[in-house]
């Protein structure tokens, strides 16, 4: 498993590597983003693991060392001292419901471009 750090690292390396702009009137382009976004959705899953543990654990330090709140107070505690976990939690969510929406995506361009080459 990652840690935190490893884990961001990668997340925003994919998510500047999904965002660049390609050829859409390229078949041979369109066919090799979808195979990569297929290995990235893969890879995403196990993003999205360590991400939940990671925040999980985090939180679970954190209320250890807050036994005297109210449960609005811890809950706001907790939120402050995970924010950053929290926000890779968000993040490796967004990175891969993204990429099954681009993928869906790819496919439908990939369809129209043999439409139009079949025309």
Do not use: W
């Not at 929290?86 to 369809?111: E, F, G, H, V």
Request: charged letters at 30%; one cysteine or more.
């Amino acid at each position: 498993m990652n840690t935190a750090q490893q884990t961001a690292d990668e997340l925003e390396a994919y998510y500047g590597e999904i965002s660049r702009q390609f050829d859409s009137d390229n078949p041979t382009e369109l066919i090799t983003k979808l195979e990569r976004r297929c290995q990235l959705l893969a890879r995403s899953a196990v993003l999205l693991a360590d991400a939940q543990f990671i925040h999980d654990k985090a939180r679970g330090d954190a209320s250890e060392k807050a036994t005297e709140l109210s449960a609005t107070e811890l809950r706001e505690y907790l939120a402050g001292k995970c924010a950053y976990e929290a926000r890779l939690l968000k993040l490796a969510d967004r990175l891969n419901s993204t990429l099954a929406k681009q993928m869906d995506a790819l496919r439908t361009m990939i369809s129209y471009t043999k439409q139009l080459m079949n025309s």
